[in-house]
């Protein structure tokens, strides 16, 4: 069954925070959850731009509860304090861990480890085991991992984490991709199997219009809204997690992305395909364990049984 933005639910009274709300699709996913009604905090590194991402919400029809959470994803100090801030909010419905950076230069962050594994990946596995206690709370919150076709083919390269033994930027936000879906589906059975009531859901926007093209110089200047034209605009990149988020019929494990040639764009949502690398329960665990070790964070999930 596919999913229109005509089937997001009522969310007056929900709670939802989204990373890199300020611009893109992360802009598209709060806007779409605010026209419902929800509280929005925009969980964002730059305050400036958040503000200005929240004055562009309210210009519209949105029922606006908006608000700035100030987020690093590459410093753990800053997830730290930002799981802190959250976690005075009387109850979170949803967490959408949305952000991401896309084929930069060789940098590092968390744990030493290459800057899009370490955003991309690492950080929103710390502010999610930092959260988890919180997210349990109340009948228990959804938590939406964005991953990309781009995680086909990728493989996880525990030996060059880094970057040090060679740095391919393509390849490395495949891998950063690849982690985001196998830790959505593993955190969904370590969830289960301790019978949580959060549940952990993956999506993907296709080939949408974002900012993540900014570090491809002047092709992404050109690629970026040519996207926009012929594939996904950001709205409709945001709709696989805007049906993760709030779909009625959704279920723990699930993965969504747009309706349309080869999961690319589409005006619809529905289920996508997950690599069977991806589905690996073996590796997951290996991830989960090195996500533990380069964070600091233990979500304090064991391994479900196989």
Not at 165 to 178: A, I
Not at 229 to 240: R, V
Request: hydrophobic share 45%; charged share 20%; aromatic share 6%.
């Amino acid at each position: 069954m596919s999913f229109a933005f005509s089937d997001i639910p009522e969310l007056s009274g929900k709670t939802a925070i989204v990373t890199g709300a300020n611009t893109g699709i992360g802009l598209e996913i709060a806007r779409g959850l605010a026209r419902k009604g929800a509280r929005v905090l925009l969980a964002c590194r730059d305050g400036d731009k958040a503000t200005a991402a929240i004055e562009d919400i309210s210009r519209g029809p949105e029922r606006v509860d908006l608000d700035f959470l100030p987020l690093d994803l590459a410093n753990m100090a800053s997830i730290r304090e930002a799981a802190r801030l959250a976690g005075e909010e009387p109850k979170i419905d949803m967490l959408v861990n949305n952000a991401g950076i896309m084929i930069p230069p060789l940098d590092h962050a968390i744990g030493g480890a290459e800057s899009q594994f370490a955003v991309n990946h690492l950080g929103h596995f710390a502010l999610t085991g930092l959260l988890l206690g919180k997210l349990a709370a109340d009948g228990g919150a959804r938590v939406v991992s964005q991953s990309s076709i781009a995680h086909r083919g990728a493989k996880i390269d525990f030996d060059n984490l880094d970057g040090s033994r060679g740095y391919v930027r393509t390849q490395f936000y495949g891998q950063s991709k690849l982690a985001n879906l196998l830790f959505a589906l593993e955190l969904d059975r370590r969830l289960r199997a301790a019978g949580s009531p959060v549940v952990s859901i993956a999506c993907h926007p296709g080939v949408a219009q974002s900012e993540l093209t900014r570090h491809m110089g002047v092709l992404g200047k050109i690629f970026g809204p040519a996207v926009g034209i012929f594939l996904n605009t950001s709205a409709q990149g945001a709709l696989p997690a805007l049906q993760a988020a709030t779909d009625p019929a959704a279920e723990g494990g699930d993965y969504y992305g747009p309706y349309g040639l080869r999961e690319m764009s589409g005006n619809t949502s529905g289920a996508a395909y997950a690599t069977p690398t991806a589905r690996d329960p073996l590796l997951a665990a290996r991830l989960w364990a090195k996500s533990v070790e380069l964070t600091g964070v233990d979500p304090g999930l064991p391994p479900a049984a196989a």
